[in-house]
């Protein structure tokens, strides 16, 4: 068996102070964790909003924690599985990267979008995404139609015109493409769950597979609000 280097665990705090118009919107805090069984990467902002920032905390600091405990163990055994047929095997380091896009900031409004991707093996990696949008009158997180004032079924209407319009004259390989986007935008909470919203444009995000297949990617609808 290969003598395993062991590389040491690297975690580095970076905060970054990001400014709108002269005033603090958000700060940034970066991770970083290298080993011979994990790469980390997580980023993600503190609005100094409570309810935001414990959102955030709960569902992406949390969950990278969490992987990163879980993380050696899972290695460990998958590395044993692969040497039961080759002694000399090692499992690939497992990928826990979290990112955020440029957040929307508005007199009313606060809204995020996260990208999580996870490796632990196989043909390719899964990709998550997490959006929250705070009301800033309210003090509360918003649902998609509480912030943008339409009902699931308008916005299902739009999203299924738009996605059809987009990918029905995609190779199908024999798949229902019209079928499998009727289905990921039933107007139900859970399909709409992800969306950005600046006051003024609704943009409603589909992870791989719920709209269309893994290749087609991640997809979007814009939708214009009065």
């Not at 590389?7 to 991770?31: M, N, P």
């Not at 043909?123 to 009902?151: P, R, V, W």
């Not at 992800?194 to 297949?213: R, W």
Request: with cysteine; net charge negative; charged share 25%.
């Amino acid at each position: 068996m290969k003598k395993i280097v062991f590389l040491g665990v690297l975690s580095v705090l970076v905060a970054s102070l990001c400014f709108a118009g002269g005033a603090k919107d958000y700060e940034t805090t970066k991770t970083t964790d290298k080993d011979n069984y994990l790469e980390s990467k997580v980023s993600y902002p503190t609005f100094n909003i409570p309810v935001l920032d414990e959102a955030i905390r709960t569902s992406i600091v949390q969950p990278s924690e969490e992987f990163k405990v879980t993380s050696k163990s899972h290695w460990e055994a998958h590395t044993a599985l692969l040497q039961e047929t080759d002694p000399n095997a090692v499992a690939h380091p497992y990928v826990y990267q979290v990112s955020y896009d440029k957040p929307l900031i508005t007199d009313k409004y606060v809204s995020v979008l996260f990208t999580t991707y996870m490796f632990e093996g196989g043909a390719h990696g899964i990709t998550k995404l997490t959006s929250f949008t705070y009301d800033k009158e309210q003090d509360k997180l918003l649902s998609i139609t509480e912030a943008s004032g339409m009902t699931l079924e308008e916005i299902a209407s739009l999203c299924q015109l738009k996605l059809k319009a987009d990918l029905e004259s995609e190779p199908s390989s024999g798949v229902d493409r019209a079928a499998w986007i009727e289905e990921g935008t039933k107007p139900e909470e859970q399909n709409f769950r992800i969306f950005t919203f600046d006051g003024t444009t609704l943009t409603v995000y589909f992870e791989h597979y719920t709209v269309a297949p893994y290749a087609a990617g991640i997809q979007k609808v814009e939708i214009p609000c009065n």
